[in-house]
């Protein structure tokens, strides 16, 4: 079975019950967030052999997070569980009836958390070293590259090892706070280290100051596929050229989708496209798998929502264009659009 491990800092989340003030809850929601194990379980119900590597608190955080990790498929044999540091926490404040405009807004409690100190001597241990080697697929993103600079050490580590058979992507995944105050063109010099970038077209302009797919392109030339997701319209795969050849430009677009959260979609859509490039799959079916995986989150309270049989699954990826095109999904559901 192919292997994939995705490495970077997941977090306990706390969220008021209730459509309150944060200081007014008398309730909290506790459950967890992070990009690389969103995609990591999103991996492992691909039917990839998934695994996870960072560091947790030996607290209730770090155990619920291993907890939820396993029952999710997951491999945690390459957390490493710190008694000093805690694990990262953020709290959810969603967005209040009385301002339907203000959106949700985040407080983060990560700073000095047990993650923060991965670094280079993550590597010397010896269950991550032996996930790392054995991987068909290591998955990174820019988070942890603004966690510290251990944690940026590490990265760059794994960036310049041999590949030896093994893929490396890198989702962009932009955070503002995080990058307040540092040099933000890291991310172009780690992104263009990895094999498969993931980029979305509204973070570009944060992280590399432009939208422009050419652009982007000639800032990183050297990974093989450079993806561009194009919000709630399309996804665009620019593969790159050879001495005989020039790149590829291949665009999917998105499904028409009744959104209840948006939260996690990006986190599926990288696992959905991943895994469809691990099975072998060109472009147009990978993109194709991405949309899918980011349409049942979509559809769902929460970081993951199920995907459809693998019967279904199929016969979604393999649909005509027109047919793609009517497709609509509401609550986890897939159905064609009368007159679409």
């Given at each position: 079975m192919l292997s994939a491990v995705c490495v970077g800092e997941t977090m306990a989340?706390?969220?008021?019950?209730?459509?309150?003030?944060?200081?007014?809850?008398?309730?909290?929601?506790f459950g967890i967030g992070g990009?690389?194990?969103?995609?990591a379980m999103g991996l492992a119900a691909m039917g990839l052999d998934t695994h996870w590597v960072s560091r947790v608190g030996r607290d209730g955080f770090g155990t619920r997070i291993l907890h939820d990790l396993r029952d999710h498929g997951v491999g945690v044999s390459g957390v490493e569980v710190d008694d000093s540091l805690p694990t990262g926490l953020y709290v959810k404040v969603p967005a209040q009836e009385?301002?339907?405009?203000?959106?949700?807004?985040?407080?983060?409690?990560?700073?000095?958390?047990?993650?923060?100190?991965?670094?280079?001597?993550?590597?010397?241990?010896?269950?991550?070293?032996?996930?790392?080697?054995?991987?068909?697929?290591?998955?990174?993103?820019?988070?942890?590259?603004?966690l510290s600079p251990e944690c940026l050490s590490l990265l760059e580590a794994i960036l310049t090892e041999p590949r030896n058979g093994r893929t490396i992507s890198f989702d962009v995944n932009w955070r503002e706070a995080l990058w307040a105050g540092q040099d933000r063109s890291v991310l172009q010099r780690l992104a263009n280290l990895a094999d498969v970038v993931l980029v979305g077209k509204d973070e570009a302009e944060h992280a590399f100051g432009t939208t422009d797919e050419a652009e982007l392109r000639r800032m990183m030339p050297d990974p093989e596929v450079l993806v561009i997701k194009n919000e709630a319209i399309s996804a665009i795969a620019l593969t790159r050229g050879t001495a005989d050849s020039s790149g590829t430009r291949e665009e999917v677009s998105a499904l028409s989708v009744a959104v209840v959260e948006p939260v996690g979609a990006g986190d599926s859509f990288a696992?959905?496209?991943?895994?469809?490039?691990?099975?072998?799959?060109?472009?147009?079916?990978?993109?194709?798998?991405?949309?899918?995986?980011?349409?049942?989150?979509?559809?769902?309270?929460?970081?993951?929502?199920?995907?459809?049989?693998?019967?279904?699954?199929?016969?979604?990826?393999?649909?005509?264009?027109?047919?793609?095109?009517?497709?609509?999904?509401?609550?986890?559901?897939?159905?064609?659009?009368?007159?679409?």
């Open positions: 989340m706390l969220t008021p019950v209730h459509a309150v003030p944060l200081h007014l809850a008398t309730e909290l929601h990009a690389e194990s969103n995609v009385s301002d339907p405009d203000g959106g949700s807004s985040v407080l983060y409690y990560r700073q000095g958390s047990a993650a923060s100190a991965m670094g280079r001597a993550t590597l010397s241990n010896p269950d991550v070293s032996s996930l790392l080697e054995n991987a068909a697929l290591i998955h990174l993103s820019g988070i942890t590259a603004a696992a959905g496209y991943l895994s469809g490039m691990l099975f072998g799959l060109g472009q147009k079916e990978s993109l194709r798998r991405g949309h899918v995986a980011a349409a049942c989150t979509l559809t769902v309270h929460g970081d993951r929502g199920p995907l459809p049989d693998a019967a279904e699954l199929a016969a979604i990826l393999d649909s005509s264009d027109d047919a793609w095109a009517a497709i609509h999904v509401e609550d986890g559901q897939f159905n064609t659009r009368t007159g679409a």
